[in-house]
């Protein structure tokens, strides 16, 4: 199983991206899919995750600018609005299921102050 994201980029602060990860096939047993961000020197955070039942959790830092939803059984999105600085980082999608967790690849956000 193969994570691609995507969607990163460099934005204004203020302004908004979408990320968008996806799984190459169908994940079975699958638990929940999220995000995560590492910015320069600091440890991998959970950014925001969606459980299989649709449960949600956020960051306190991302709440109410950040909302994460399935596309489908195989894609997970983060939107992301209000962007700050401190947003900054390469975020991770990560799907889980009951046998193991897989990554993607990382995507960069740069935002601009």
């Known amino acids: 199983v193969q994570l691609q994201a995507s969607g990163g980029g460099l934005v204004q602060a203020g302004g908004s991206l979408r990320l968008s990860c996806a799984a190459s096939?169908?994940?079975?047993?699958?638990?929940?899919m999220g995000w995560y961000r590492q910015a320069p020197g600091k440890q991998r955070e959970l950014v925001a995750s969606?459980?299989?039942?649709?449960?949600t959790d956020y960051a306190d830092s991302v709440k109410g600018r950040f909302t994460i939803s399935r596309a489908n059984i195989k894609i997970v999105i983060l939107q992301m609005n209000s962007l700050k600085p401190e947003d900054a980082a390469v975020y991770y999608c990560?799907?889980?299921?009951?046998?193991?967790?897989?990554w993607g690849q990382g995507t960069l956000v740069t935002v601009s102050s």
């Open positions: 969606i459980s299989s039942g649709g449960t």
């Open positions: 990560k799907i889980s299921s009951t046998f193991q967790d897989y």
């Open positions: 096939t169908i994940i079975f047993g699958l638990t929940a």
